[in-house]
Each structure stands twice: as C-alpha cells, then as structure tokens.
C-alpha cells in the first residue's frame, strides 16, 4: 500500500512539473544586448523578464535599465485568450495587454491604446527552448513605424531546475 502511495504521489508530482513545462515562456529572461536591435532611443542598457504560470496564462515581471540609470518596471497576469489585461508599474498603469498564443512557441502580444494598436510584441521562442526573440512594432511620435528586435537568453527554469535523475526510484520497487 505505501508502494502505490509513494507512486501516486511521484506521478502527481511529475504531472504538475509536465504541465509547467509545457510553457516554453515560463522562467527568467536576459536580454543579449549585443545581439538586439533597438533604435539608439530605446535600447535599454539591460532587461529581466520573468514569466511564471497563472490560471491558464502567465504573470509577467518585467525590469528594464537605460543608459543613464532610468529604470521601469512591468507586471500584469494575463491568459492567452485574447482579453485584455491592466498592466501595471511602479509609476502606474501602462497601455493595457492582451495575448494570443499563434502556435505552441509564438505569443502575439497587443498593446492598445484608445481601442487600437499601439504596438505589437511577437515574442517566438527557439527550438532549445533556451533564446527568446520579441520583435515589437510600434509607432515613434512622428508617426513612422518602428520595429525593435529583442534577443533574450534563458537564464532560470520556472520548475528551479529540476533534475529528474535526483527521484529515488527506489521507492517504487519494494525491496
């Protein structure tokens, strides 16, 4: 009985890490400077981005530098479902965020202002699972459009980096 207990448990256990992995968005994100490209205006000096598992969505914190030392930050919880959702920071609200997940590596993310566009993140991550490019779209204020390309490099896995080789089998044979 402790045998399938033990099982049981392990099982639960591991269809739960399965079910975070299936994110390939989850965990923390530093932005490669050198490999970016960013209009001298808006290239930050460096980037975090952290994204954890919430509902059927994800909770995005995000830290940006600039050269100079200004600072920003950006959470907001947002499910793949199109809707929109309020993003805040530390000097308040943002343009509200809606995401669309286009295929099992690509989230389409579409800021809006005054019900349009104000620009548009695709954020695709790579095969490895290991680089993330956000290529955003956007508007400067004469109008023209702006394209911004964001190389990101994962840094931290949203399951603390769990190695399967560290369960004890043997709990699951009886000895």
């Not at 965990?27 to 490209?37: E, H, I």
């Not at 000096?45 to 030392?69: C, N, V």
């Amino acid at each position: 009985m402790r045998v399938i207990r033990n099982f049981v448990a392990i099982a639960l256990f591991l269809s739960t890490v399965s079910l975070l992995a299936e994110d390939p968005f989850l965990g923390r994100w530093a932005l490669d400077v050198q490999r970016s490209k960013y209009s001298s205006r808006t290239r930050p000096k460096q980037m975090t981005i952290e994204m954890s598992a919430a509902g059927h969505g994800i909770h995005y914190h995000s830290e940006t530098q600039f050269p100079g030392g200004r600072t920003i930050s950006a959470d907001y919880t947002a499910e793949y479902d199109g809707k929109p959702a309020i993003v805040l920071s530390a000097r308040g609200m943002l343009l509200p965020v809606s995401l669309k997940r286009t295929a099992p590596n690509v989230v389409v993310a579409t800021y809006t202002s005054g019900f349009q566009a104000a620009a548009t993140s695709r954020r695709a991550i790579s095969a490895n699972s290991r680089v993330m490019t956000v290529t955003t779209t956007s508007q400067d204020v004469s109008g023209k459009t702006v394209t911004n390309v964001g190389i990101y490099r994962k840094v931290h896995s949203p399951d603390g980096s769990f190695d399967l080789s560290r369960i004890r089998t043997d709990l699951l044979v009886p000895k």
